[in-house]
Each structure stands twice: as structure tokens, then as C-alpha cells.
């Protein structure tokens, strides 16, 4: 139940970004179809995980202040 309440913040939280102008709509959409893939099951979290944790390791590191798209 908390997890899928957190995904759910999650996807608010990019549509919100998206309408602010914060991210691309391109990482708009793939966002929230890698947050809703997360709720699909085992795999498709691992995936949504790796998509969302290699984001997360992008931006911390290698950003140099650039969009990943």
C-alpha cells in the first residue's frame, strides 16, 4: 500500500514538473510510464527502479547541468 501511494506522488510529481517547465515533456511522459510500469509487477518494478536509480545517479554526477532529454 505505501509503495504504491509514494509511485503515486511520484507520477504527480512529474506531471507537475512537466506543467512547470522543470523537465522536458519527452522526460514527462517517460516518467510517468516508467512509474505506472512500476506498479505492473516484479519485473516491471526492477525495471521503473533502474530506469528511475540511473536517472537519480545521472543527474547527481554526470549532469553538468544539461538535461538527459
Known sequence: MGGRIVGGIGIANSIYQGIEGNI????TAVDIVM????????WEAAASLVYFGGMAIYETNFNDGKAAF
Open 24 to 27: 522536458s515533456p519527452t522526460r
Open 35 to 42: 512509474g505506472a510500469v512500476g506498479f505492473m509487477g516484479s
